[in-house]
């Protein structure tokens, strides 16, 4: 295998503590308590070492990021040290004061997420009153301080109706950048799969959708577009390859190859409390365990494809297949890929729209690994 580029990016998971219960949530299965969190001393000194290692951005994400007090600090931290800082937050915890705080700390990008376009469905979606009103008045916020947005909408088969509408706000609140994303099944989305999963034909009208507003918004925003894998005959190189450009720590300093690797059980993870991310990125287990293509099966590791999409996503092939280190079913090629086309028809077509929602008292009640 070639010499390891440095990451690009580092996702600070800082809590997984959040008001909102998504019922896709990407966090593992086992949330992480604020006592377990990694305190304010290790995540500046893990933030010095990302610069260190090359790293160039840090995003910093939870749960919902702005619960720690302390992230004036960490965005300071990241700042001294040359890393561009983005906050990935729902917003509904920010105010004016706190905005301030955060853009003299050297705060430079938000990506606000919406969970629906209109108020009810955004509201019932992430299980909290009153969310879509304190998400524009964060948005208003955002822009007032002059700083560049990028609006998230999360899209599933409960909210894909409202795509225009969704394209439509992101314009209305001055976003430079909007991302269409549907849902990835691993970690609390599989609980959900069958309220969530879209149709096919719903999935074909979306994309006529934002291709036509990519025409129609030119110069105004720019639309980035995730299709669900369920429906795709190639792979996405998810994370840009296992190991290859981002690195995430979790609440606790355990670091991540991927930010939903921790639902691979049997994968271990270090700490950065006890190692130094840069041993660790060049040299743990769990790093080097699907890095290049030295660890690829057939068909990946004879296709022409295997340095493109690197055998596509790991958390995927475990959450379909029980095995990480088969090849993604999302692709075509894949012995497992007839099962996917077999779940997403029979989920999209179970017409159930009711939610195991997200929250701690939920991962408790539920079984670790359970989909
Ligand atoms: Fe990618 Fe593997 Fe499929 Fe080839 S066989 S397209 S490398 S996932
Ligand atoms: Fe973990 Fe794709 S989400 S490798």
């Not at 290790?42 to 720690?68: K, N, Y």
């Not at 921790?262 to 743990?284: C, H, K, M, P, Y």
Request: aromatic letters at 8%; proline letters at 5%; one cysteine or more.
């Amino acid at each position: 295998m070639s010499a390891i580029e440095p990451p690009m990016a580092m996702l600070a998971e800082i809590t997984h503590r959040c008001p909102l219960q998504c019922p896709y949530c990407s966090n593992p299965i086992e949330l992480e308590r604020s006592s377990k969190e990694m305190g304010t001393e290790d995540w500046r000194r893990a933030i010095r070492e990302a610069a260190d290692l090359g790293c160039m951005q840090v995003h910093f994400s939870g749960g919902e990021p702005t619960v720690r007090q302390d992230l004036e600090l960490l965005i300071a931290e990241a700042t001294a040290v040359g890393l561009y800082t983005n906050l990935i937050t729902s917003g509904v915890l920010l105010d004016e004061p706190r905005l301030k705080r955060l853009v003299e700390a050297g705060l430079e990008h938000v990506q606000l997420s919406f969970q629906a376009a209109e108020a009810p469905d955004a509201d019932r979606i992430g299980g909290f009153s009153g969310s879509q009103a304190k998400k524009l008045e964060a948005a208003a916020m955002v822009r007032a301080a002059g700083l560049p947005l990028t609006a998230n909408f999360v899209v599933h088969r409960q909210n894909i109706a409202q795509i225009e509408a969704m394209l439509d706000l992101a314009v209305a609140i001055g976003a430079h950048r909007v991302e269409i994303a549907n849902v990835q099944y691993y970690g609390w989305a599989l609980k959900n799969r069958a309220a969530l999963m879209p149709s096919h034909e719903q999935l074909d009208l979306m994309t006529e959708q934002v291709a036509a507003a990519r025409d129609r918004l030119k110069g105004v925003t720019v639309i980035d577009y995730v299709i669900p894998d369920y429906y795709a005959r190639r792979p996405k190189a998810c994370m840009g390859g296992w190991g290859q450009r981002f690195l995430n720590i979790s609440p606790t300093g355990n670091v991540l190859p991927c930010h939903a690797a921790e639902s691979i059980t049997g994968l271990e993870f270090d700490n950065v409390r006890q190692r130094s991310l840069a041993d660790i990125w060049a040299n743990s287990k769990a790093f080097n365990l699907y890095r290049g293509t030295d660890w690829m099966p057939d068909p990946c590791r004879s296709c022409d494809r295997r340095e493109v999409d690197w055998g596509g996503c790991r958390c995927q092939a475990f959450a379909i297949t029980g095995d990480a280190a088969r090849t993604d079913p999302a692709c075509e090629f894949s012995e497992d890929h007839g099962r996917l086309v077999d779940l997403a028809e029979h989920d999209s077509g179970e017409g159930r729209d009711d939610f195991v929602y997200r929250n701690f008292a939920a991962a408790r009640r539920a079984p670790a690994g359970a989909g």
